[in-house]
Structure formats: structure tokens, C-alpha cells
């Protein structure tokens, strides 16, 4: 099986991010860079990606607070025509979106079918703007380099506007490890180059006990 740079040994080790940075800046200095992180051959396919329904019960309230539930959970509730639906859920991690950024959908699927290539988390919108996020939970332990190959990798080929998108806080109120990457390394050369070669932007999440909101570094830039 082939694997994929965003798979590859040690981008997930925090110790080395400073060198995985640097090599994933090489990677996208090069003209076909996304022959690199998705090499061919590549195989075409159409997906099914609309969803219909969340299959959360009541039932599920004590599920732990992973991407994938975070993702469905907050496109569903977000969305008036699963409202009903959702108030039967007793999932403890319901919130409502109060930000500029709509969710239009989750786990996209890329444009190519490979068992191990995953899809976009969230396609959100502003304005005319469609934007891939790649998203992780609060608690995560990825790091920010993968989140930024992950996303690279999945808009392959599309007109997406790549986006890694993080919670600037855990579920017990402290810094989330890709927050602390970030401030670590938002000045990093290679970590520059990168956002201005690809159109890479970087957002957050913030929320409390009820509501979420999406910001833009740019915009409300993080401290």
C-alpha cells in the first residue's frame, strides 16, 4: 500500500516540526508538489457526498468529543431542516455556529478514491468563498504540520481554498496543542512560505458552553 506524505513517519512527532516544516516548504516549492503528496497513479471517482441524516441517538451522549463527531454534529445542528432531529440527541457537544463562516458540509470526498486519502472535513463558506478546512477536536495531539498536508492533499485538483482550522482551547480551557504550535511557529520561515505559496489560511474556533464561532487569524489575529 502506497503511503501518503500526510501518513508518513514522524510528521506527528512535535519534537519535529521545525524540520518537517522545511521539508514539507521544499515539497511545495517544486512546480508539481501535488504529485508528490498524492503521486499517481491517480484514480478518478465519483462520490456520493451529500448526506441526509445524522445517525446520533440519544443513546450516544457519552461519545467522546472526536473530529468526525464534531464535524457531522455541528453541520446538522446548524442546519434548520435537522433541528428536530437534533433535539432528540443527547450528544454533550451540540453548539451553535454565532460566527460569519457557514458549514456547508462534512467529510467531503476528494476528487480521487484511495483507501487511504480521507476527505475534507468541513467545507464552509463566507461570502462567494468556499473553504476546505482541515479540522481537529480540542483535545487533538496532531500537529500542525500534518493538519497543513492533510489539507493540501485533499484540494488537490479543486477550486477549494485550503484551510486548517483549530480550537484555540481544549475542553478544560488550556491551549490546545495546535494553538501552542502555532504561536511556536507562526514566524517560521518555511511555515510562511508556505501559507503564501498555496493560499493556506489558518483559522480557529472559540466557544462556551452553548455557541461556537470560526475567526480568521487575519482578521482577529491570535495573541
Known amino acids: 500500500m502506497m503511503e501518503l506524505y500526510k501518513d508518513s513517519e514522524g510528521?506527528?512527532?512535535?519534537?519535529a516540526?521545525?524540520?518537517?516544516?522545511?521539508?514539507?516548504?521544499?515539497?511545495?516549492?517544486?512546480?508539481?508538489y501535488d504529485e508528490v503528496l498524492l503521486p499517481n497513479p491517480r484514480r478518478r471517482c465519483k462520490h456520493q457526498d451529500e448526506h441526509v441524516y445524522c445517525t446520533m441517538r440519544a443513546s450516544d451522549s457519552q461519545e467522546r468529543v472526536t473530529e468526525k463527531r464534531i464535524c457531522r454534529c455541528?453541520?446538522?445542528?446548524?442546519?434548520?431542516?435537522?433541528?428536530e432531529g437534533c433535539n432528540s440527541c443527547s450528544f454533550a457537544f451540540k453548539k451553535e455556529n454565532v460566527g460569519n463562516y457557514e458549514i456547508v458540509d462534512?467529510?467531503?470526498?476528494?476528487?480521487f478514491s484511495m483507501e487511504q486519502l480521507?476527505?475534507?472535513?468541513?467545507?464552509?463558506?463566507?461570502?462567494?468563498?468556499?473553504?476546505?478546512?482541515?479540522v481537529k477536536p480540542p483535545n487533538s495531539q496532531e500537529t500542525i504540520v500534518r493538519m497543513i498536508?492533510?489539507?493540501?492533499?485533499?484540494?488537490?485538483e479543486t477550486s477549494y481554498t485550503p484551510a486548517i482550522c483549530f480550537f484555540l482551547k481544549n475542553v478544560y480551557g488550556k491551549p490546545s496543542k495546535q494553538y501552542v504550535d502555532y504561536v511556536k511557529y507562526k514566524d517560521n520561515e518555511h511555515y510562511k512560505f508556505i501559507k503564501e505559496k498555496t493560499g493556506l489560511q489558518v483559522l480557529y474556533i472559540t466557544f462556551d458552553e452553548?455557541?461556537?464561532?470560526i475567526h480568521n487569524e487575519e482578521e482577529e489575529p491570535l495573541e
Not at 516540526?17 to 508539481?32: C, F, Q
Not at 498536508?149 to 488537490?156: R, S
Open 11 to 15: 510528521i506527528n512527532h512535535r519534537s
Open 149 to 156: 498536508a492533510e489539507i493540501l492533499t485533499y484540494t488537490i
Open 106 to 111: 462534512y467529510e467531503v470526498p476528494t476528487v
Open 74 to 83: 455541528w453541520n446538522y445542528f446548524n442546519k434548520l431542516e435537522h433541528k
Open 17 to 32: 516540526i521545525s524540520d518537517n516544516l522545511k521539508e514539507l516548504a521544499e515539497i511545495v516549492r517544486g512546480n508539481n
Open 118 to 134: 480521507g476527505g475534507i472535513d468541513w467545507l464552509l463558506k463566507r461570502e462567494n468563498e468556499l473553504i476546505a478546512a482541515e
Open 210 to 213: 452553548n455557541t461556537f464561532c
